[in-house]
Protein backbone atom coordinates (compact mmCIF):
# COMPACT_ATOMS: atom_id res chain seq x y z
CA UNK A 1 0.00 0.00 0.00
CA UNK A 2 0.95 3.20 -0.55
CA UNK A 3 0.69 6.21 1.54
CA UNK A 4 1.50 10.04 0.94
CA UNK A 5 2.67 12.32 4.03
CA UNK A 6 2.72 16.20 2.91
CA UNK A 7 5.46 17.09 5.68
CA UNK A 8 7.99 15.14 7.60
CA UNK A 9 6.22 14.44 10.93
CA UNK A 10 9.73 14.27 12.96
CA UNK A 11 11.12 11.00 15.01
CA UNK A 12 8.38 10.59 17.51
CA UNK A 13 5.64 10.16 14.42
CA UNK A 14 7.40 8.43 11.40
CA UNK A 15 8.55 5.72 12.98
CA UNK A 16 4.90 4.34 13.30
CA UNK A 17 4.56 4.56 10.03
CA UNK A 18 8.00 2.87 9.05
CA UNK A 19 7.51 0.34 11.29
CA UNK A 20 4.81 -0.60 9.46
CA UNK A 21 5.38 -3.98 6.94
CA UNK A 22 4.18 -3.73 3.44
CA UNK A 23 4.11 0.38 3.36
CA UNK A 24 5.79 2.48 1.29
CA UNK A 25 6.07 5.52 2.39
CA UNK A 26 6.64 8.69 0.52
CA UNK A 27 7.36 11.81 2.32
CA UNK A 28 8.11 15.29 1.65
CA UNK A 29 11.17 15.58 3.37
CA UNK A 30 10.93 18.62 5.54
CA UNK A 31 8.94 19.84 8.23
CA UNK A 32 7.59 22.84 5.93
CA UNK A 33 4.96 22.80 3.08
CA UNK A 34 5.50 20.79 0.43
CA UNK A 35 3.51 22.99 -1.89
CA UNK A 36 0.28 21.67 -4.20
CA UNK A 37 2.76 20.68 -7.03
CA UNK A 38 4.72 17.70 -5.05
CA UNK A 39 1.38 16.65 -3.57
CA UNK A 40 -0.63 16.14 -6.89
CA UNK A 41 2.53 14.63 -8.72
CA UNK A 42 3.30 11.87 -5.53
CA UNK A 43 -0.18 11.20 -4.84
CA UNK A 44 -0.89 9.39 -7.89
CA UNK A 45 -2.05 5.64 -6.70
CA UNK A 46 -1.99 6.80 -2.90
CA UNK A 47 -4.35 4.73 -0.31
CA UNK A 48 -4.11 7.03 2.17
CA UNK A 49 -2.59 10.36 3.23
CA UNK A 50 -1.60 12.91 6.19
CA UNK A 51 -2.51 15.80 5.01
CA UNK A 52 -1.91 19.59 7.15
CA UNK A 53 -4.63 22.26 7.50
CA UNK A 54 -3.25 24.78 4.95
CA UNK A 55 -3.48 22.50 2.28
CA UNK A 56 -6.56 23.00 -0.35
CA UNK A 57 -7.93 19.00 -0.45
CA UNK A 58 -9.98 19.56 -3.32
CA UNK A 59 -11.33 17.51 -6.56
CA UNK A 60 -7.67 17.77 -8.29
CA UNK A 61 -6.01 16.17 -5.82
CA UNK A 62 -8.42 13.39 -5.71
CA UNK A 63 -8.42 12.73 -9.57
CA UNK A 64 -4.29 13.07 -9.04
CA UNK A 65 -4.53 10.04 -6.70
CA UNK A 66 -6.88 7.76 -8.49
CA UNK A 67 -9.25 5.37 -7.35
CA UNK A 68 -7.10 3.76 -4.77
CA UNK A 69 -7.87 6.69 -2.02
CA UNK A 70 -9.35 4.87 1.20
CA UNK A 71 -8.64 7.32 3.74
CA UNK A 72 -7.75 11.15 4.15
CA UNK A 73 -6.54 12.05 7.56
CA UNK A 74 -5.66 15.64 8.72
CA UNK A 75 -3.23 16.96 11.29
CA UNK A 76 -5.50 19.28 12.75
CA UNK A 77 -8.92 19.35 14.14
CA UNK A 78 -10.53 21.62 11.84
CA UNK A 79 -11.36 20.19 8.19
CA UNK A 80 -12.45 23.22 6.55
CA UNK A 81 -9.65 23.23 3.96
CA UNK A 82 -11.17 19.73 2.73
CA UNK A 83 -14.01 19.31 -0.02
CA UNK A 84 -16.62 17.44 1.95
CA UNK A 85 -18.44 17.12 -1.38
CA UNK A 86 -16.19 15.32 -3.42
CA UNK A 87 -14.78 13.46 -0.44
CA UNK A 88 -18.47 11.73 0.36
CA UNK A 89 -19.33 11.07 -3.55
CA UNK A 90 -15.79 8.80 -3.74
CA UNK A 91 -16.52 7.02 -0.74
CA UNK A 92 -12.98 8.71 0.95
CA UNK A 93 -12.75 8.71 4.86
CA UNK A 94 -11.82 11.99 6.71
CA UNK A 95 -9.89 11.53 10.05
CA UNK A 96 -8.86 14.62 12.29
CA UNK A 97 -7.23 15.01 15.97
CA UNK A 98 -9.84 16.46 18.32
CA UNK A 99 -9.38 16.48 21.95
CA UNK A 100 -5.52 16.22 22.30
CA UNK A 101 -5.07 19.88 21.81
CA UNK A 102 -8.56 21.07 23.46
CA UNK A 103 -5.84 22.13 26.21
CA UNK A 104 -3.37 23.51 24.54
CA UNK A 105 -5.70 26.05 22.51
CA UNK A 106 -8.06 26.19 25.67
CA UNK A 107 -4.73 27.95 27.13
CA UNK A 108 -3.26 30.04 23.86
CA UNK A 109 -7.17 31.09 24.31
CA UNK A 110 -7.15 32.62 27.60
CA UNK A 111 -3.44 34.03 26.65
CA UNK A 112 -4.48 35.95 23.95
CA UNK A 113 -7.39 37.21 26.16
CA UNK A 114 -5.00 38.63 28.91
CA UNK A 115 -2.40 39.88 26.30
CA UNK A 116 -4.75 41.91 24.43
CA UNK A 117 -6.58 43.50 27.47
CA UNK A 118 -3.64 44.07 29.50
CA UNK A 119 -1.83 46.12 26.76
CA UNK A 120 1.01 43.36 26.27
CA UNK A 121 2.05 44.11 22.40
CA UNK A 122 2.60 47.83 23.65
CA UNK A 123 4.19 46.86 26.83
CA UNK A 124 6.76 44.87 25.62
CA UNK A 125 7.07 47.26 23.19
CA UNK A 126 8.24 49.69 25.37
CA UNK A 127 11.06 47.48 26.87
CA UNK A 128 12.40 45.95 23.55
CA UNK A 129 12.71 49.34 21.81
CA UNK A 130 14.54 50.42 24.78
CA UNK A 131 12.18 52.78 25.76
CA UNK A 132 11.45 51.68 29.47
CA UNK A 133 14.26 54.03 30.82
CA UNK A 134 12.25 57.05 29.79
CA UNK A 135 9.26 55.70 30.08
CA UNK A 136 9.81 54.93 33.65
CA UNK A 137 6.73 54.02 35.49
CA UNK A 138 3.43 55.86 35.40
CA UNK A 139 -0.02 55.15 37.34
CA UNK A 140 -2.35 55.02 34.60
CA UNK A 141 0.51 54.18 32.12
CA UNK A 142 -0.51 51.01 29.83
CA UNK A 143 -3.64 50.41 32.40
CA UNK A 144 -6.47 47.91 30.65
CA UNK A 145 -9.34 46.55 31.93
CA UNK A 146 -9.53 44.29 34.53
CA UNK A 147 -9.31 40.82 33.69
CA UNK A 148 -11.18 38.81 36.79
CA UNK A 149 -14.09 40.20 38.46
CA UNK A 150 -13.42 43.19 41.01
CA UNK A 151 -15.40 41.78 43.92
CA UNK A 152 -18.52 39.88 44.46
CA UNK A 153 -20.96 42.26 42.99
CA UNK A 154 -18.54 42.62 39.77
CA UNK A 155 -20.29 39.73 37.52
CA UNK A 156 -18.61 38.79 34.67
CA UNK A 157 -19.72 37.31 31.21
CA UNK A 158 -17.55 34.98 29.05
CA UNK A 159 -18.97 34.35 25.74
CA UNK A 160 -18.44 31.89 22.99
CA UNK A 161 -18.96 31.58 19.37
CA UNK A 162 -19.08 27.61 18.94
CA UNK A 163 -19.35 25.80 22.12
CA UNK A 164 -17.81 22.34 21.66
CA UNK A 165 -14.49 20.43 23.57
CA UNK A 166 -12.26 23.66 23.07
CA UNK A 167 -14.88 26.33 24.13
CA UNK A 168 -15.67 24.25 27.32
CA UNK A 169 -12.04 23.51 28.50
CA UNK A 170 -11.83 27.73 28.13
CA UNK A 171 -14.94 28.57 30.13
CA UNK A 172 -13.37 25.89 32.85
CA UNK A 173 -10.26 28.28 32.78
CA UNK A 174 -12.38 31.63 32.65
CA UNK A 175 -14.28 29.82 36.01
CA UNK A 176 -11.25 30.00 38.08
CA UNK A 177 -10.59 34.11 37.49
CA UNK A 178 -14.18 34.36 38.79
CA UNK A 179 -16.35 34.04 35.53
CA UNK A 180 -20.17 33.21 36.51
CA UNK A 181 -22.08 33.69 33.68
CA UNK A 182 -21.86 31.94 30.11
CA UNK A 183 -23.68 33.20 26.99
CA UNK A 184 -22.83 30.89 23.76
CA UNK A 185 -23.73 30.65 20.08
CA UNK A 186 -23.80 27.23 18.39
CA UNK A 187 -23.90 25.39 15.06
CA UNK A 188 -27.15 23.13 16.60
CA UNK A 189 -30.45 24.54 17.01
CA UNK A 190 -31.94 22.25 19.08
CA UNK A 191 -33.07 23.43 22.44
CA UNK A 192 -33.18 19.83 23.71
CA UNK A 193 -29.23 19.54 22.99
CA UNK A 194 -28.74 22.74 24.18
CA UNK A 195 -30.71 21.93 27.61
CA UNK A 196 -28.84 18.32 27.71
CA UNK A 197 -25.46 20.67 27.57
CA UNK A 198 -26.31 23.21 29.84
CA UNK A 199 -27.37 20.89 32.52
CA UNK A 200 -24.22 19.23 31.98
CA UNK A 201 -22.01 22.18 32.28
CA UNK A 202 -24.01 23.51 35.11
CA UNK A 203 -23.71 20.38 37.01
CA UNK A 204 -19.44 20.49 36.11
CA UNK A 205 -19.00 24.25 37.28
CA UNK A 206 -21.12 24.92 40.34
CA UNK A 207 -20.33 28.48 40.54
CA UNK A 208 -21.87 29.19 37.14
CA UNK A 209 -24.80 31.19 37.79
CA UNK A 210 -25.87 31.37 33.52
CA UNK A 211 -25.07 29.21 31.29
CA UNK A 212 -27.24 29.82 27.80
CA UNK A 213 -27.22 29.94 24.42
CA UNK A 214 -28.17 33.01 22.87
CA UNK A 215 -28.88 35.13 19.73
CA UNK A 216 -25.76 37.11 18.53
CA UNK A 217 -27.26 40.18 19.25
CA UNK A 218 -27.29 39.54 22.84
CA UNK A 219 -23.66 37.24 22.90
CA UNK A 220 -21.91 40.69 21.47
CA UNK A 221 -23.86 43.17 24.14
CA UNK A 222 -23.13 40.42 26.97
CA UNK A 223 -19.78 39.69 26.82
CA UNK A 224 -16.78 40.61 28.77
CA UNK A 225 -14.48 38.50 27.25
CA UNK A 226 -15.51 36.42 23.67
CA UNK A 227 -13.92 33.91 22.40
CA UNK A 228 -14.65 32.47 18.91
CA UNK A 229 -13.94 28.55 19.02
CA UNK A 230 -15.96 27.27 15.79
CA UNK A 231 -15.24 25.71 12.69
CA UNK A 232 -14.95 27.85 9.60
CA UNK A 233 -16.26 27.42 6.12
CA UNK A 234 -19.56 28.91 4.59
CA UNK A 235 -21.55 28.54 7.58
CA UNK A 236 -19.54 30.64 9.73
CA UNK A 237 -18.12 33.42 7.15
CA UNK A 238 -17.72 36.72 9.00
CA UNK A 239 -19.74 36.11 11.59
CA UNK A 240 -18.08 38.94 13.27
CA UNK A 241 -18.58 42.01 11.23
CA UNK A 242 -19.45 45.81 11.56
CA UNK A 243 -22.91 44.73 12.86
CA UNK A 244 -22.01 42.64 15.64
CA UNK A 245 -18.48 44.78 16.57
CA UNK A 246 -20.87 47.75 17.03
CA UNK A 247 -22.82 46.26 19.84
CA UNK A 248 -19.61 44.77 21.88
CA UNK A 249 -19.06 46.54 25.45
CA UNK A 250 -16.13 49.05 24.86
CA UNK A 251 -14.52 47.32 27.23
CA UNK A 252 -14.63 43.86 25.70
CA UNK A 253 -11.65 41.71 24.42
CA UNK A 254 -12.55 39.40 21.25
CA UNK A 255 -10.59 36.37 20.41
CA UNK A 256 -10.10 34.32 18.01
CA UNK A 257 -8.33 30.78 17.81
CA UNK A 258 -10.41 29.18 15.11
CA UNK A 259 -10.38 30.57 11.76
CA UNK A 260 -9.88 33.87 9.87
CA UNK A 261 -12.67 33.64 7.95
CA UNK A 262 -15.27 33.96 10.93
CA UNK A 263 -13.64 38.27 11.32
CA UNK A 264 -14.31 40.64 8.74
CA UNK A 265 -10.48 41.93 9.37
CA UNK A 266 -11.19 45.28 7.99
CA UNK A 267 -14.50 45.50 10.48
CA UNK A 268 -12.30 44.86 13.27
CA UNK A 269 -9.29 47.15 12.79
CA UNK A 270 -11.88 49.72 12.52
CA UNK A 271 -13.50 48.47 15.52
CA UNK A 272 -10.26 48.83 17.43
CA UNK A 273 -9.36 52.46 16.43
CA UNK A 274 -12.65 53.97 16.96
CA UNK A 275 -13.05 51.87 20.25
CA UNK A 276 -15.96 50.07 19.83
CA UNK A 277 -14.56 47.12 22.01
CA UNK A 278 -11.09 47.43 23.83
CA UNK A 279 -8.74 44.40 22.59
CA UNK A 280 -8.13 42.06 20.30
CA UNK A 281 -6.10 38.84 20.12
CA UNK A 282 -5.97 36.50 16.81
CA UNK A 283 -4.00 33.34 16.09
CA UNK A 284 -5.72 33.19 12.99
CA UNK A 285 -6.35 35.88 10.15
CA UNK A 286 -8.05 35.52 6.56
CA UNK A 287 -5.51 34.99 4.04
CA UNK A 288 -2.95 33.60 6.66
CA UNK A 289 0.30 33.38 6.40
CA UNK A 290 0.34 35.91 3.76
CA UNK A 291 0.24 38.58 6.34
CA UNK A 292 2.71 41.34 6.19
CA UNK A 293 3.09 44.45 8.81
CA UNK A 294 1.04 46.62 6.71
CA UNK A 295 -1.84 44.29 7.43
CA UNK A 296 -4.21 46.66 9.45
CA UNK A 297 -4.50 44.64 12.30
CA UNK A 298 -0.55 43.90 12.75
CA UNK A 299 -0.84 47.71 12.94
CA UNK A 300 -3.47 47.92 15.84
CA UNK A 301 -1.55 48.77 19.11
CA UNK A 302 -4.33 47.12 20.90
CA UNK A 303 -4.55 43.92 18.47
CA UNK A 304 -2.25 41.11 19.34
CA UNK A 305 -1.48 38.59 16.60
CA UNK A 306 0.56 35.34 16.87
CA UNK A 307 1.06 32.83 13.77
CA UNK A 308 -1.43 30.13 14.15
CA UNK A 309 0.03 28.38 16.76
CA UNK A 310 -2.81 27.97 19.19
CA UNK A 311 -2.20 24.26 19.60
CA UNK A 312 1.74 24.82 19.47
CA UNK A 313 2.59 22.07 22.51
CA UNK A 314 4.97 19.46 22.29
CA UNK A 315 1.77 17.27 23.85
CA UNK A 316 -0.71 18.34 21.21
CA UNK A 317 1.70 18.54 18.53
CA UNK A 318 3.25 14.83 18.69
CA UNK A 319 -0.07 13.74 19.95
CA UNK A 320 -2.17 15.33 16.79
CA UNK A 321 0.31 13.37 14.20
CA UNK A 322 0.11 10.08 16.45
CA UNK A 323 -3.43 9.93 16.06
CA UNK A 324 -3.16 11.23 12.40
CA UNK A 325 -1.31 8.17 11.64
CA UNK A 326 -3.60 6.10 13.21
CA UNK A 327 -6.60 7.48 11.50
CA UNK A 328 -4.26 6.68 8.58
CA UNK A 329 -3.80 3.03 9.39
CA UNK A 330 -7.37 2.66 10.70
CA UNK A 331 -8.73 3.45 7.02
CA UNK A 332 -5.85 1.61 5.27
CA UNK A 333 -7.39 -1.69 7.22
CA UNK A 334 -11.04 -0.84 6.79
CA UNK A 335 -11.53 -0.13 10.51
CA UNK A 336 -13.28 2.41 12.21
CA UNK A 337 -10.78 5.39 12.69
CA UNK A 338 -9.72 6.41 16.23
CA UNK A 339 -11.23 10.06 15.27
CA UNK A 340 -13.49 10.02 11.90
CA UNK A 341 -15.14 13.17 10.73
CA UNK A 342 -18.94 11.83 9.24
CA UNK A 343 -18.80 13.45 6.00
CA UNK A 344 -22.06 12.55 5.28
CA UNK A 345 -23.65 14.07 7.91
CA UNK A 346 -21.56 17.53 7.94
C1 LIG B 1 -5.71 24.02 14.08
O1 LIG B 1 -6.05 25.08 13.64
C2 LIG B 1 -6.45 22.81 13.92
O2 LIG B 1 -7.48 22.81 13.22
O3 LIG B 1 -6.02 21.79 14.47
C1 LIG C 1 -14.61 21.66 18.13
O1 LIG C 1 -14.25 20.54 17.82
C2 LIG C 1 -14.23 22.25 19.39
O2 LIG C 1 -13.50 21.55 20.10
O3 LIG C 1 -14.62 23.38 19.70
Not at 18 to 41: F, I, R, T
Not at 139 to 153: E, H, I, K, R
Request: charged share 20%.
Amino acid sequence: LKVVVSLDLGPEVMPLLYNQPNLDVVVWPHESASGKEWLLKNIAGADGCIIMLFEKIDAEVFDAAGPNLKVVSTMSVGYDHVDLKELAKRGIKLGNTPDILSDSVADSSVMLALMAGRNTKQATNVVEKGEWPGWGWSPYGLCGPQMSPNSPQDIRTVGFIGFGRIAQATLARMIGFGYTRCVYVARSKDPARAKEIEQTIKARHPTLTTVQRVELDQLARESDVLYILAPGGPETYHIVNETFLKQMKKTAVLVNNARGTLVDSDALAKALKEGWLWGAGVDVVEGEPNVTVDHPLVKEPRCVMIPHIGSATWESRIGMGTIAVQNLLAGLAGIPLVAEVQVSKV
